[in-house]
């Protein structure tokens, strides 16, 4: 079955740097498109970045120019390069990938940013 497990989250200082990881089993993880979102307290989840199979990337605006999406199709894995991180920032990230008719979600890694 479809397996994804965030890991990298934690407390930073504002203007820090965090790198989240993915990990996936269960499907061809080479040929779909990978996506990292974020919910923080009392907002709606939001789309924080896509790496298509080929590579092509998107970024929301708010974090365009301070997060990397990238993936390893060798490991199956995707990550989540966040620097200049803010205190807005704070949330759960989760990744997530569309099969079929079906969202798969991980079970969200925390991230906190504060002084």
């Known amino acids: 079955q479809v397996q994804l497990v965030e890991s990298g989250g934690g407390l930073v200082q504002p203007g820090g740097s965090l790198r989240l990881s993915c990990a996936t089993s269960g499907f061809s993880f080479r040929l779909y498109p990978m996506d990292w979102y974020r919910q923080a307290p009392g907002k709606q989840r939001e789309l924080v970045a896509t790496v298509a199979s080929a590579s092509n990337t998107n970024y929301a605006d708010s974090v365009k120019g301070r997060f990397t999406i990238s993936r390893d199709n060798a490991k199956n894995t995707v990550h989540l390069q966040m620097n200049s991180l803010k205190p807005e920032d704070t949330a759960v990230y989760y990744c997530?990938?569309?099969?079929?008719?079906?969202?798969?979600w991980g079970q969200g890694t925390q991230v906190t940013v504060s002084s």
């Open positions: 997530k990938v569309h099969i079929g008719w079906n969202d798969y």
